[in-house]
């Protein structure tokens, strides 16, 4: 059964502190990864997808990456508004959809 | 503007109401999907439709129904079959049949009274 599992579950930082987001997963074979940012009470935005182990993206201040057993967002000197819920799905090449697999979410806070 | 809106933003039912959430897309995508979102849970996806006029089941399809009449639009029925209908309820679009990103919507949450 394809997995996600994030961690820390939760994770607060000084604003500038850097830091990363853990996702580790296990899936029969990935066709992607998936980052999204949610705030409370919206719709998760879509941050970067990853297709292959070695690739890297970045916006602004976060930088994801990918292993073929983990990705990890890094998030470089943070600023309050970078506070929300951090989101890792994966995509499975079997099954014949294009089902996510989502797991459970860091919830980050940026303090001033 | 291009994107997915879903109405009402906060829904109120009585037990024993079905009850049915909008989604509509202007993104020309192909694929719809319905998700439910508990705290301290991850999305669990409940029907998914990558062409119009069929869908297929998620993870978590009893109690809940759908239909697919137009590409634009996936409506959600939360019937009074579903045991626990409180939640945060997530539409996504997305192309389909490829390594491709789903896009969401804002959401609605749905109270049972």
């Known amino acids: 059964e394809d997995q996600v599992t994030q961690s820390p579950e939760a994770l607060r930082l000084q604003e500038g502190e850097s830091s990363s987001l853990n996702c580790s997963y296990t899936?029969?074979?990935?066709?992607?990864l998936f980052w999204y940012r949610q705030d409370p009470g919206k719709g998760p935005e879509f941050l970067f997808t990853?297709?292959?182990a070695g690739e890297e993206k970045e916006k602004e201040r976060l930088k994801a990456t990918l292993t073929k057993k983990e990705s990890f967002l890094h998030i470089t000197a943070p600023k309050p508004e970078d506070s929300a819920t951090y989101l890792c799905a994966v995509q499975a090449t079997q099954g014949g959809s294009e089902k996510l697999v989502f797991g459970k979410g860091t919830k980050l806070t940026v303090n001033p | 503007d291009g994107g997915i809106t879903q109405s009402p933003k906060y829904l109120f039912r009585k037990e024993g109401q079905n009850v049915t959430l909008s989604c509509e897309q202007n993104l020309n995508h192909d694929a719809m999907y319905w998700y439910r979102q508990d705290p301290g849970q991850g999305l669990r996806l409940i029907y998914y439709s990558q062409i119009v006029n069929d869908f297929q089941k998620g993870d978590i399809a009893e109690g809940y129904s759908v239909s697919r009449e137009k590409k634009e639009s996936f409506p959600l029925t939360v019937t009074s079959a579903q045991k626990n209908p409180t939640a945060f309820y997530l539409c996504a679009s997305g192309l389909a049949g490829g390594q491709d990103t789903q896009y969401f919507g804002p959401g609605t949450r749905l109270t049972v009274l």
């Open positions: 899936v029969s074979g990935l066709r992607g």
């Open positions: 990853l297709y292959s």
